[in-house]
């Protein structure tokens, strides 16, 4: 499709485990984002990669939170030893940043990844 | 203080009525304002930008005062379908744009 795509939809784990969340931007969109939403809660800044540049990460809540994008396009967020307070929504987006005028910054979201650890 | 602030509500309003939203910013270098649309276990959609003359589309009016560092939004004549949290979107420029959202806004209109 031409959204942006993320999987799994759901993800039920176990305290402890890892968890691994995929987004896939929409294709030419340089900027990629995550956010987190607990449920009745706003989005919480989690990562941002733009191109080549170093991904600002002032949003990882701790250090058992990592991301890497691969090749300027699909996004990998990995959570280690989850622990009960990660369960919420994981919503990727991506933006068209280019520099043009006619770039109003406009972010496309995911319909995300529910995490539920137990 | 938050980088986006937002009364969270939530707004209860009869259909018809006219309701306003206001949010706050407190990163003078911002760039460009949206106001984004979510409902009930879905994903953030855009709603609007934020024209600094100030925008209309349809029952949705967005104005951006820059002096004040605040955004509003005004829906007339709400409609049931309205009931969704509006969330306020800052971007600003810091090699690249960061975008931060308010808490949002909970909408709910009755008949």
């Known amino acids: 499709g031409a959204g942006v795509s993320q999987s799994p939809s759901n993800k039920v784990t176990e305290k402890g485990k890892d968890v691994e969340l995929r987004c896939d931007p929409i294709s030419g969109h340089t900027a990629l984002y995550w956010y987190r939403q607990s449920l009745g809660q706003g989005l919480e800044f989690l990562i941002y990669?733009?191109?080549?540049?170093?991904?600002?990460k002032s949003g990882l809540p701790s250090d058992r939170f990592s991301a890497e994008r691969t090749g300027g396009s699909v996004s990998t967020l990995t959570i280690q030893r989850t622990q009960q307070e990660d369960s919420a929504v994981y919503l990727c987006?991506?933006?068209?940043?280019?520099?043009?005028?006619?770039?109003?910054?406009?972010?496309?979201f995911g319909e995300g990844s529910r995490l539920t650890v137990l | 203080r938050k980088e986006v602030e937002q009364d969270p509500g939530p707004f209860n309003v009869p259909e018809g009525a006219t309701v306003a939203f206001n949010c706050t910013y407190s990163?003078?270098?911002?760039?460009?304002f949206f106001w984004y649309r979510q409902d009930c276990r879905k994903e953030p959609k855009l709603l609007m930008s934020v024209y600094s003359s100030g925008n209309e589309d349809g029952r949705f009016t967005a104005q951006l005062n820059r002096a004040s560092q605040y955004i509003s939004l005004l829906i007339r004549d709400s409609k049931l379908s309205d009931s969704a949290t509006y969330l306020c979107v800052v971007n600003y420029l810091t090699g690249g744009f960061k975008t931060i959202f308010g808490a949002g806004t909970r909408l709910f209109v009755k008949a």
């Open positions: 987006a991506s933006s068209e940043m280019g520099q043009g005028i006619t770039n109003t910054g406009e972010l496309f």
């Open positions: 990163n003078s270098a911002s760039q460009s």
């Open positions: 990669f733009q191109g080549n540049s170093a991904p600002d």
